[in-house]
């Protein structure tokens, strides 16, 4: 996979050159971010977190074409910017995806059509594009975060927070 510079504004001048790394700094570096989101919501992003970083490390062991789905991936990434209301560009969701850029746009455009993304123009840089979940995303993947994450959910309290 060919490497990518920084694609989003809160990334700071050490973006690593290595795409490995360069995923895990997306990690750590969202994880710092304040999160001015609804409690529940909050619960969410950190299962989400929880499962970018699992699937990173079965990445690391297994071989990839057996233990891989790029589209959820992709969507795991989404859902944390969606959610946090920061922009993922199109150079973010592939790099997410693992794949080469071919491959990725592919599944971008994939999910678009199934009506789980949007593409949008950035208004400040017209070269780039963000891609955003839809409102069918945000709710496919808030339902499959509260089944996959329901004991966390449960004994949530966003007065500990």
């Not at 079965?58 to 990434?77: G, H, T």
């Not at 891609?131 to 004991?151: F, T, Y």
Request: glycine share 4%; with cysteine; net charge negative.
């Amino acid at each position: 996979m060919d490497n990518f510079s920084a694609p989003n504004s809160h990334y700071t001048e050490d973006w690593p050159e290595d795409d490995t790394l360069a995923m895990d700094y997306i990690v750590n570096h969202n994880r710092e971010l304040s999160l001015s989101i609804d409690p529940k919501r909050k619960v969410y992003v950190a299962a989400a977190r929880r499962l970018l970083v699992a699937r990173q490390n079965i990445a690391k062991i297994m071989p990839r074409n057996l233990f891989r789905d790029s589209a959820w991936d992709v969507m795991l990434e989404l859902y944390i910017g969606t959610a946090e209301q920061t922009d993922v560009y199109v150079k973010q969701a592939i790099i997410a995806s693992g794949e080469c850029p071919a491959t990725a746009m592919r599944i971008i455009a994939r999910l678009e059509k199934s009506g789980f993304l949007c593409r949008t123009g950035d208004p400040s840089d017209q070269r780039r594009v963000v891609v955003s979940l839809s409102r069918i995303g945000m709710d496919a993947m808030e339902m499959l975060l509260k089944e996959l994450d329901g004991d966390t959910l449960k004994s949530y309290n966003p007065r500990s927070d």
